[in-house]
């Protein structure tokens, strides 16, 4: 009975020490949920496939060229929007490796190695060759703070997952039918061609927003109950939902 007793309680302090997290689901203007993929644009030419699962939201962009002849893309005149501003994807500057210096804006996460003298520029234009893809991971939605949620929520109740409790764990859900609605939105704009002088220059504009957040404990999203022989034990596991990211909340 003792050793019972013990064990409710290690399990409700498990509970209480979990830190709680939003779980922050994207949705986009031309693009499709598709299951481990993330949020999907798919047309004749090309396929795009956007990939934020992570904390915070970096984003993975995966330019797929669908074409049998080369594509191009104009990284001066593509740009990450928040709001009314924007950062662009290329800029007119060189990197120089040298140990310990970074650099970073807002958005975006660069890094500079070791001391060795290089000094490296990225393309202006991104070149595609035929049935083969680009990626970039180049900047976080939501580098700083937490998503300020607004309107009313619903309470939902999920299996305890990192413990093994019999206790259900609640979660509140906050939903956002549109842009308009939605407490965050951002834009990723392309501009491509399938000619290297951009005469065939065409333009995609993705709008995104926060479609659903859910608010439930970190350990729901990021641990699993495990069996060992005669234990059990709790284990990190990867965060894979591949259109959504999340984010820490910080302990009250």
Known sequence: MKTL????????????????????????????????????LDNDTL??????????????????NKLNQPLYVDWKRSSFIIGQDKVDYWQDVADVNLTGSSYSNRYGRYSIGNLSGVISKE?????????????????????DGTVHLKGTFKTE??????VNSKKPVKVSVYSYEDADQSPLTFRNYLTLSTDKDFKTEFHIDTKFWASDVKVLPRDQLLTRQTTGGEYQYSEPIPFKKADSFYVVLPVQ
């Open 5 to 40: 007793a013990l064990f409710i309680i290690s399990v409700a302090t498990l509970v209480a020490c979990s830190p709680n997290a939003q779980l922050v689901t994207l949705r986009g203007s031309n693009v499709k949920p598709v299951s481990d993929e993330g949020l999907v």
């Open 47 to 64: 396929t795009i496939r956007y990939n934020f699962a992570s904390e915070r939201g970096q984003m993975h962009l995966t330019l797929i």
């Open 123 to 143: 393309n202006q234009v991104g070149f595609i060759p035929p049935q083969t893809k680009l990626e970039k991971r180049q900047f976080v939605v939501l580098p």
């Open 157 to 162: 109740e999920e299996k305890a997952n990192w």
